[in-house]
Each structure stands twice: as structure tokens, then as C-alpha cells.
């Protein structure tokens, strides 16, 4: 009797261990599990591959497996902006993201001409979370805007076929922080 007691305990044991057993965040529309790229690995959890080859660029993104209130899944959709350079990419509501060729010129000053460009605006007041050579993630507050959330954003830049390419979250979204991490993840598994 007690082998068939202990056999079920160390199932569970080695399924809370499987998922990481990391702690999990809840934030407004979503959960989240922190991004730890501390030893070069990306935590891809409740990510899956989506092709954007039938949409013009010969690239495999990995997104968020979102699903609504039903518990039927979100569909992943793409779209062609500027065919040839830019494409949107997303899931819900939650999952917003723009997918852009780089300007040669700007080669190894992405992240640096975005962070000066927000600076620029003047319109917010930034903390920035991740603040790395290739990527950024970071918190956005309206400058004065007493009682208004933050939003939590991301860029960074990646090669797809041998050209770079930048990857950021839509400006126009309201993103809560667990958002902004999934959305970081998959810039996190272009770079690898």
C-alpha cells in the first residue's frame, strides 16, 4: 500500500519540478514568470513557434500560448505594415508586437537611438528594468500624470537571415509588466 501511495507523490514531485517551479506573478490581464537570462538560457514556458514565412520574412518567432476566457486559445496574427521591412505580430490583447529591418546606418546604435528618442519626447518618465547593448525593457509613466499606471515596454535587435532587425513592443499598447516580460522572451530567442 505504501509503494501505490508514494508513486502518485513522486509523479507530482517530478512534474512541479519539470515546470520550474519558479515563482509565478500576477499583474493586471495576465501572469508572468520572471526572466532569468542570467546563465544564457531562455526561459520559453507557455511560449510556442509561430512561422511568419506565409507573411513575407523567413523567421520563427516564439509567442505567448494565450487563451480567453473560455479557455479557447487567442489565434497568433500577423500582419504586413510595410511589406518587405515591417511586420505586426499578436495574440489578444495582451501580446502586441512590431518586427522591423534595421537601417544599416544605425548598425550598433539601436537600442541607444531608441533610448534617446523616448528621452527626447519628454512625455514620459522612464525606469528602465533591462538595460543592455541589444535590449531594453522599461517602465513608462506620464510625466506628472498623478494616479496614472505605468506601462511596461520593450526593444531590442536580433539577425534574421544575416540582416538586423529591431523587435518592440507596440507603442500604442498599455502593457502590464508580465506583458512586456513575454514579449522580451521572444526578442531573448531571436538573440539566441
Known amino acids: 500500500m505504501k509503494k501505490l501511495l508514494s508513486l502518485p507523490l513522486i509523479a507530482l514531485a517530478l512534474m512541479f519540478n519539470s515546470c ?3 515563482e509565478a506573478k500576477e499583474g493586471n490581464g495576465g501572469d508572468s514568470t520572471e526572466v532569468d537570462n542570467s546563465n544564457g538560457e531562455v ?3 507557455g511560449m510556442m513557434e509561430h512561422d511568419l514565412t506565409s507573411a513575407g520574412l523567413k523567421a520563427t518567432l516564439m509567442v505567448p500560448e494565450e487563451t480567453g476566457p473560455s479557455g479557447a486559445p487567442f489565434p497568433v496574427v ?4 510595410i511589406d518587405g521591412i515591417s511586420w505586426q505580430v499578436s495574440v489578444g490583447g495582451k501580446y502586441n ?3 522591423e529591418e534595421g537601417d544599416p ?3 550598433g546604435k539601436y537600442v541607444a537611438n531608441e533610448k534617446k528618442r523616448l528621452t527626447e519626447t519628454g512625455i ?3 525606469k528602465y528594468i533591462v538595460d543592455k547593448p541589444d535590449l531594453i525593457m522599461y517602465e513608462a509613466n506620464l510625466k506628472g500624470g498623478a494616479g496614472s499606471k505605468p506601462f511596461y515596454h520593450v526593444f531590442g535587435v536580433a539577425k534574421i537571415e544575416g540582416k538586423d532587425f529591431t523587435i518592440k513592443s507596440n507603442e500604442a499598447g498599455e502593457f502590464n509588466k508580465g506583458q512586456a516580460e513575454k514579449m522580451m522572451r521572444t526578442i531573448q530567442a531571436l538573440q539566441k
Open 97 to 99: 508586437i512590431i518586427v
Open 43 to 45: 526561459d520559453l514556458t
Open 78 to 81: 500577423d500582419s504586413v505594415i
Open 124 to 126: 514620459w518618465d522612464l
Open 20 to 22: 520550474g517551479g519558479g
Open 105 to 107: 546606418a544605425q548598425k
